[in-house]
């Protein structure tokens, strides 16, 4: 069945670190991949999308590449702020309104 | 107000209460959706309503029952509920029931719920 696989949290840094949050998926077919991030107390927000091999999502500064080739959709910003604290997670659609998450990923950023 | 709203933000209940957990969103959206979110799982989906119709029920319990009078309006509504079903409760909206899976979902902030 599809399924997402996020790495373990939590994930801390200092400011103006590099970041990288890894996920891989599996799926049938040619599904849709997201990253969205939830701030405290607040829902989820897309933060980037791709929908087809090799795009590459950007948005806020944080950018991913749809690799078929490894089924993988790495979450990676250059250099991180304390206000981007949040818990991130992996998404992908196959085509349906049945979207798949992952188990999220803890940010901590200190200043 | 704009995007999705949920309330209550919090709810503490008894087993044997009866509650309900009100989603709106002002989207214009046509397709709404309940997820259960608990900690170190994946967000689990629970109902999916596409104008007004419910278009899945993801083997849920029928303690938990939900309701769409409207494209704008969710309603969960919980009825002896066991402590395990103790969660964050999410609402979000979608133009439609991303067919092509490219559709982008909008989330509320959520209900927190603690059964005793």
């Known amino acids: 069945g599809n399924s997402v696989t996020q790495m373990e949290g939590p994930v801390t840094l200092s400011e103006e670190a590099f970041l990288t949050i890894n996920c891989t998926y599996t799926a049938t077919g040619y599904p849709s991949l997201f990253w969205y991030v939830q701030y405290p107390g607040e829902g989820l927000q897309l933060l980037l999308k791709?929908?087809?091999?090799?795009d590459k999502g950007s948005n806020k500064g944080f950018e991913a590449t749809y690799r078929k080739e490894t089924t993988s959709f790495h979450l990676e910003k250059g250099s991180v702020q304390v206000s981007d604290s949040a818990v991130y997670f992996c998404?992908?659609?196959?085509?349906?309104?049945?979207?798949?998450f992952g188990t999220g990923t803890r940010l901590k950023v200190l200043a | 107000e704009t995007g999705v709203t949920q309330t209550p933000r919090h709810l503490v209940m008894g087993m044997t209460n009866k509650k309900s957990l009100k989603c709106e969103q002002h989207l214009g959206h046509n397709a709404m959706y309940w997820y259960k979110q608990s900690a170190k799982k994946p967000l689990e989906l629970m109902f999916v309503y596409n104008f007004k119709e419910q278009t899945e029920n993801n083997s849920v319990p029928s303690r938990f029952s939900p309701e769409c009078p409207n494209s704008s309006h969710l309603f969960l509504h919980l009825h002896t509920l066991q402590p395990e079903d103790s969660a964050l409760y999410l609402c979000?909206?979608?133009?439609?029931?991303?067919?092509?899976?490219?559709?982008?979902?909008?989330f509320g902030p959520g209900t927190r719920l603690t059964v005793l």
């Open positions: 791709a929908t087809k091999a090799d």
């Open positions: 979000a909206s979608s133009q439609d029931v991303g067919e092509t899976g490219t559709d982008t979902q909008y």
């Open positions: 998404a992908l659609n196959t085509g349906t309104y049945k979207y798949i």
